[in-house]
Structure formats: structure tokens, C-alpha cells
């Protein structure tokens, strides 16, 4: 057996690994590896709530606020505290903020360039881009002609910086299909993507003190109290977002599915769903039922079966199995629980490690990853954008069907199709065109509110001591933050964060997790230069930096590259 190594795959966050064996052509098999230990629920024990709330945050610097939203809802929850409808609008308008600028990054800035060739755009006639631009609905804010000298000079200059280490050339140049023209439009709108994403942040910026790692999301409410001269600021900057979102996102994401229609027949996964829901919605407080006040979410939650039946989540059917993952023990524990003991193994089988074609290689370990095992009632599921997209279709979601059916009639296919690695893509930008509008909504909303004089923000604990859980979502996915709460002190905390689903390894019936799954059957045409496994990966938007290992027994290939400045792994 032979390893083809490729380290780091660019453009994630964070430490993962990925092992692949091809036969035929296809892979065969698949094994994810997270490859760092963070123990932050150790880092909040006998803290407040409050603490928690800006510590978590660190777990991620693209979504804290999600880690922050999550970890206030289960301190409130812990406290008995119910928030001011004022605190609900403000938090909906920071996490939409972060959303709006975690799915433009990822669409534009981390996944674009598996599709998009910068270069190629060198060829291309600036006059016919326009045209071809105007003949797709595409956005044309972005004079072509100086692009593309902008381009030539880059090139020119010999150092690709942030094109560099991609796969033009990938399947013999055929991996990457678009016309020159194409290829210019899309780098311009990824160019233009970097100013909007920074807008994103500015708003929340003006209204959680600082971004990342915000701090006016506490438990109670929130510290933020707006005026009339900083909700002007905020909706000059959600409208200037809301009108580049709506000419550009959705727009590309279907010319992306007319070139690259293979991707729909690739990277289903388990083909299960879930979701907590994001964004509370207008008729809070919901009685304090937090089934009912879930399901009523903007984006409401959802446990989604094979066969895309939908019930309401149960607390208690999740679980995480220890067997695969480098902690103490082989249990299954059920949610919430407060054990986290690490304890490392070599990721290969000792005495199996042996040099072939200048690479270290070995039997994989039955212990390989440092993410635990997430189950809901014993299965693999999936959390994403995608998952979220398909509960609120599947409740009949008065904005998110009619936007999901014009995308599947365009495309000519079924919602059963969209569950693929390009389906992820393409319906993910449906939140990106629903939360910039709902951010608009929302602002306008809190004027209204501060017009009327309700000016309140924030509400004391009823108690000190409680155990509660913060379900919400990040851009990822479903977002899990618990806590039991003594005098005011945390004594356990418990996190399962959108990743840990997507990434999970094999559970104790040797059943692959979701990314696992997903990789398995794609096709491969270079083994050294796996672009359609790198798409299925890049699809789930993992929150990790990963390595990708393939095998293909039958050829003896090997390859590796390491894009690291300082040659280090």
C-alpha cells in the first residue's frame, strides 16, 4: 500500500488530517483526523457564566460569536433568565453580522478557488466578460480592463501569493471549466469579497466592541445600547452588504452548478441532517418552551432521517463515542456529561511504521483523531448550512422553499440531488441572501423599538445554581454549549461544535462519519492532485488546516508538497 501525501490542504481553519484509498479510480475508503487538542471545557471550570461567555470565543476566530450566543444561552438557562425582546434583536443582528461575513469568506475566499482560475481570467476579453456577465445575471461592479492588468502584473512578478499552491493543472488542466471570461468575473467578485467580509465585521464591531472575539453578548441580554447616530452607521453598512449579496452569491453559485454538474453526483455523506436553529424568532419568548421556541427560529431546527423526515431534537438521544478518539476509555456517553480526558496514541500502529517512497507510513491506529464521536440516536449526522436549509424546506419555510425550488429548477434537479458536494455550495448562499435582508428587518425593527422608548437590555439571574444548554448554530452548524452551574461557578461544561459532527470518526459499529462518508465514492483522476476530494472537504467548510493522504494500491504513486514557508509539518 502506498501513501500519497499532501500537506497542508489550504484555505480551512485549524489541524486535520485525511487519509484516502483509491482503487479504480474512486476512493474506496476514508479516514478523518483531527489534529489538535484544545480542552477548553477544562478551561472554564469554576468560572462564571459570564467568563465562559468570552473564553469560549476563543475556540474559533471566524464564529465566536456563535460560541459566545451558545455558551449565554446555557448560562441563562442555568440562571432562569428569559431575555428582553431589544437583547434578541441586537444578538440576531451581531450573529447575522458574523454570518454574513463567515459565508461570504467561505464562498469567495476558501472554496472559489477550486472552481476559479485567476490566471486563466489573463486570456480573457474584458469586453465579452461583461456581456457574458450580463447574459448570466452576473454582478459587474468591477472594471475588467484594469483587473486584468492588475492580473498581468501579478503574474508577471512571479509570486502568486494567495493564488499560489492550488491546482490549476489538476486532471491535466480539464478539472477547471470555465471560460476565460468566467474565470475574470469570479476573481473580481472575489477581490470585491474582501471589502464586504470586512464590512460584515465592522457591524459586528459597532455593536459587540470588537471583532472577533465580541463582548456584549452576556449572559442576561446584552451590553450593547444603541443610539439613533450608530443604527444609521449599522444600516448604511447592512444595506451596502444586502445590494452587493444580492447580485452576486446566489448568482455564482448557480453558475458554478451549469459548469460543474459532476459535483452533484458526488460527497452525499451519511445523508442525515441535523440542526438547532439560529436567529430567535419574532414571537419570543415562545412560553418558555424551548422545543417550541427552536422550531420558530428564523432558521429553525430539525433532525432530518434518510428519507428527510423531520421530528424535533431530543437532548438525550445525542451521544459521543471515545473508541476512535484519543481519550480515555471506549464509552458512549450521552449529552450532557463533563468527562474530557485526553490521552494521545500514535496515530500508526506501533511497529507498523516503515519508509515507502520517502514517506513515513503505517497501519492507522485504532485510535486516530483527536474529535470525539457525535451521535444522534446511535447515527452519524451531518450539521452545515445545508442541513439547516433542508429542515426549514422541509417545514415548508415561507422564504427558504420558494428560494430552494427556483435554484433546483434552474439546475434541472431534485432536493435529493443537492445533497452532494456541490449542493452544499449552491444552498448555502439561500441563508446569505435571507440573512442580509432579515439584517435590514432587524435594524429597522430596533429604530422602531428605541423610537417607542423601550430601552431595556439586559435582566438579573433568578438563581445562581443550574445546569442549562445554549442549542444554536454557527455558520458551520449545529452549535452545542451545556453547563452546570453551582453558586454562580461552573462544575461541568460540555461542548459539541458543528466540526466534531462533520468530522467524527468511525463509531463503535465501524460506521464512518459524515466527511468520511462523503469522500468515499468520489472520483479520482490524478492521485497526487485529488481535486474533487479537496471540492467534498472544502463543502463541509471545516473548521480545521488540514493534511490529505491518499493510497491507490494498484499504481505505487507517491506525492508530496509542502506549502508551509518554513518546510515544517
Known amino acids: 500500500m502506498t501513501r500519497s501525501i ?24 476514508a479516514w478523518v483526523s483531527g489534529g489538535c487538542f484544545r480542552g477548553m471545557e477544562l478551561v472554564v471550570e469554576k468560572r462564571t ?14 464564529c465566536p460569536v456563535s460560541h459566545s450566543h451558545s455558551s449565554t444561552i446555557a448560562g441563562e438557562k442555568s440562571y432562569g433568565i428569559t431575555i428582553s425582546n431589544n437583547a434578541r434583536i441586537i444578538r440576531n443582528m451581531i450573529e447575522g453580522a458574523q454570518f454574513l461575513h463567515s459565508h461570504i ?10 472552481y476559479v482560475n485567476p490566471l486563466n481570467a489573463l486570456s480573457a476579453d474584458p469586453a465579452a466578460a461583461t456581456d457574458l456577465a450580463v447574459q448570466l445575471g452576473l454582478s459587474t461592479n468591477t472594471d475588467y480592463v484594469a483587473l486584468q492588468e492588475r492580473l498581468k502584473k501579478f503574474a508577471a512578478n512571479g509570486q502568486l501569493s494567495i493564488f499560489s499552491g492550488n491546482w490549476f493543472d ?27 467580509q470586512s464590512k460584515a465585521s465592522e457591524i459586528a464591531g459597532l455593536m459587540g466592541g470588537k471583532m472577533p472575539h465580541v463582548m456584549t453578548i452576556i449572559p442576561g441580554g446584552t451590553a450593547f445600547v444603541p443610539t439613533e447616530e450608530k443604527l444609521d452607521d449599522i444600516l448604511y453598512l447592512i444595506r451596502e452588504l444586502k445590494a452587493w449579496v444580492d447580485s452576486t452569491v446566489l448568482q455564482d453559485s448557480l453558475v458554478l452548478g451549469q459548469f460543474y454538474t459532476e459535483a452533484l453526483s458526488f460527497g452525499k455523506g451519511c445523508g442525515r441532517y441535523i440542526a438547532w436553529g439560529v436567529f430567535e424568532g419574532p414571537d419570543w419568548p415562545y412560553g418558555g418552551d424551548y422545543t417550541t421556541q427552536m422550531a420558530n427560529r428564523y432558521l429553525p431546527s430539525g433532525v432530518l432521517d434518510a428519507d428527510l423526515s423531520l421530528t424535533d431534537p431530543v437532548e438525550s438521544k445525542i451521544t459521543e463515542y471515545m473508541g476512535h478518539s484519543w481519550y480515555e476509555g471506549t464509552n458512549t456517553y450521552t449529552a450532557p456529561y463533563y ?27 485504532d485510535r486516530y483523531s483527536w474529535v470525539k464521536c457525535p451521535q444522534y440516536d446511535g447515527k452519524p449526522y451531518e450539521a452545515g448550512p445545508l442541513s439547516r436549509i433542508l429542515a426549514a424546506y422541509v417545514r415548508g419555510h415561507k422564504e427558504v422553499k420558494p428560494m430552494v425550488d427556483t435554484i433546483l429548477k434552474t439546475l434541472n434537479i431534485k432536493l435529493t440531488d443537492a445533497q452532494s458536494t456541490l449542493g452544499r455550495v449552491a444552498l448555502r448562499q439561500v441563508e446569505t441572501v435571507l440573512v442580509a435582508k432579515w439584517m435590514e428587518e432587524w435594524c429597522l425593527e430596533l429604530i422602531a423599538a428605541l423610537k417607542g422608548g423601550d430601552s431595556e437590555y439586559f ?21 452545542y454549549h451545556s453547563e452546570s452551574v453551582k453558586n454562580g461557578k461552573i462544575d461541568g461544561y460540555h461542548i459539541i461544535i458543528p466540526s466534531t459532527w462533520n468530522l467524527a470518526p468511525m463509531n463503535a459499529d465501524g460506521v464512518h462519519g459524515p466527511m468520511e462518508q462523503a469522500l468515499i465514492g468520489v472520483p479520482v483522476e490524478t492521485i497526487d492532485k485529488p481535486i474533487n476530494a479537496l471540492r467534498t472537504v472544502h463543502s463541509f467548510d471545516p473548521c480545521t488546516a488540514c493534511a490529505v493522504h491518499i493510497t491507490e494500491p494498484a499504481t505505487g504513486k507517491s506525492f508530496e508538497t509542502v506549502t508551509n514557508p518554513w518546510g515544517v509539518k
Open 105 to 114: 469568506l467561505w464562498l469567495y475566499n476558501l472554496a472559489a478557488l477550486d
Open 339 to 365: 468527562v474530557t480526558k485526553p490521552n494521545y496514541t500514535a496515530y500508526y500502529k506501533p511497529g507498523t511504521e516503515r519508509t515507502e517512497n520517502g514517506h513515513e507510513i503505517g497501519d492507522i491506529n
Open 49 to 62: 457564566p459570564e467568563d465562559a461567555a468570552q473564553i469560549v470565543q476563543r475556540i474559533c476566530g471566524v
Open 170 to 196: 489538476a486532471d491535466g488542466g480539464a478539472a477547471y471549466k470555465f471560460p476565460a471570461e468566467a474565470d475574470l468575473i469570479l476573481t473580481a467578485h472575489y477581490l470585491e469579497a474582501l471589502t464586504m
Open 459 to 479: 435582566r438579573e439571574p433568578e438563581h445562581t445554581t443550574g445546569i442549562g444548554t445554549g442549542f444554536w448554530e454557527a455558520p458551520r452548524g449545529a452549535l
Open 6 to 29: 499532501i500537506d497542508p490542504i489550504t484555505r480551512i481553519e485549524g489541524h486535520l488530517r485525511v487519509e484516502m484509498e483509491v482503487v479504480n479510480g474512486k476512493v474506496a475508503n
